[in-house]
């Protein structure tokens, strides 16, 4: 089994939670791994090759690819896993448009201008991987969340895009739709939560747990094992697809 054996991965959000499980699937399992994050603190104690950059600008996009580019060569992989969280939203009536600015600039123009500049390289080579986390709350929204699920809804749509543009290339797009994992993003609005509600932190926990049918959330390494499998050659009949990792809910 080829997998992602030397193989260029790029992979954003990469100093923590699923994005480092991703990095370091890809780099045991033989590719050469871009670690992209704003957090240098971060990305130092991944072991890997790292470059500190906002996704949510067009020139840290550029700046990400060009330092894979220039390090390990181009681009075979993309893992888009960078985002920005829903803790800090309002219910619609109330949202700012700050807030959906930020949310959008980070979690779906960061995506674009990244499959933008990688893709060319992948139809000039005749092989891409291309690999957005979203959400379920793409499908089921969260409440007080409208900038969160729609611009994770967004990545559904450009995933689409890459997958039906990129067909002819050898390249496949694909989405990831975590439910709960428990990173620190999720503590973060597990914390606002319970601030909210008047309860604690880890009685949210015990609801989100009970959200599944096993009675717990997903790990980081779950769906990072999701996202390995689409960035590898076995997964070239899958392109176009959106799929859940949230331990079987219905949700």
């Not at 109330?94 to 979690?107: A, D, G, V």
């Not at 926990?205 to 076995?234: C, K």
């Amino acid at each position: 089994m080829a997998g992602v054996t030397g193989r260029v991965a790029l992979v954003t959000g990469a100093g923590r939670g699923i994005g480092r499980a991703v990095a370091g699937l890809l780099a045991a399992r033989g590719a050469r791994v871009m670690c992209v994050s704003r957090s240098e603190a971060e990305l130092e104690t991944t072991g890997m090759a790292w470059v500190a950059a906002d996704l949510g600008t067009l020139e840290g996009c550029e700046r990400a690819v060009e330092a894979t580019e220039r390090q390990l060569g181009g681009v075979d992989i993309l893992v888009c896993n960078h985002g920005l969280g829903s803790a800090h939203e309002k219910v619609l009536w109330e949202q700012t448009t700050e807030t959906w600015r930020e949310t959008m600039r980070i979690n779906l123009d960061g995506p674009f201008y990244l499959t933008r500049r990688v893709m060319p390289g992948m139809v000039e080579r005749g092989y891409g991987r291309i690999v957005y986390t979203s959400s379920t709350a793409a499908a089921v929204a969260e409440h007080a969340g409208s900038a969160y699920n729609s611009s994770k809804s967004g990545l559904l749509g450009l995933m689409a895009s890459a997958a039906t543009d990129g067909a002819a290339h050898g390249i496949t797009a694909n989405a990831v739709l975590p439910g709960w994992v428990r990173t620190e993003m999720a503590e973060r609005s597990a914390r606002a939560e319970a601030t909210r509600r008047g309860i604690t932190p880890e009685q949210v926990w015990q609801e989100r747990d009970a959200m599944y049918r096993q009675g717990r959330v997903a790990t980081p390494l779950e769906v990072a094992e999701m996202i390995a499998f689409l960035a590898s050659e076995e997964s070239s009949g899958v392109s176009g697809e959106p799929v859940k990792v949230a331990l079987g809910s219905v949700a």
